[in-house]
């Protein structure tokens, strides 16, 4: 069973779907657990006792977390799946 949070279904939005089955939708939950990572992940790293941190580097690192993240949503799916009985991407 699929909730949504809007009364118009988002179809450009897929990941703003709630499912009660954890299994059903294995990619939507993975891409939302990604996107918590990388957004608290950059917080951390930008800001500190309330100040954003003036750091070249910090910036960048947040810039390749947010990039890698889009990259690897549009990567086809044959390649981030694999198959567990031969070890290999799927044909």
Same mark, same amino acid.
């Given at each position: 069973?699929?909730?949504? $949070?809007?009364?118009?279904?988002?179809?450009?939005?897929?990941?703003?779907?709630?499912?009660?089955?954890?299994?059903?939708?294995?990619?939507?939950?993975?891409?939302?657990?990604?996107? $918590?990572?990388?957004?608290?992940?950059? =917080?951390?790293?930008?800001?500190?006792?309330?100040?954003?941190?003036?750091?070249? $580097?910090? =910036?960048?690192?947040?810039?390749?977390? $947010?990039?890698?993240?889009?990259?690897?949503?549009?990567?086809?799916?044959?390649?981030?799946?694999?198959?567990?009985?031969?070890?290999?991407?799927?044909?």
């Amino acid at each position: 069973m699929t909730i949504q $949070f809007a009364m118009a279904p988002f179809k450009t939005f897929s990941s703003f779907q709630l499912s009660s089955d954890v299994l059903a939708n294995k990619k939507i939950n993975t891409v939302c657990v990604q996107w $918590f990572v990388v957004i608290v992940t950059a =917080y951390l790293s930008l800001f500190r006792e309330g100040q954003i941190v003036q750091d070249p $580097f910090r =910036y960048l690192l947040v810039v390749v977390a $947010f990039g890698s993240m889009i990259v690897f949503q549009r990567l086809p799916i044959r390649v981030r799946s694999c198959d567990t009985q031969k070890g290999g991407p799927q044909p």
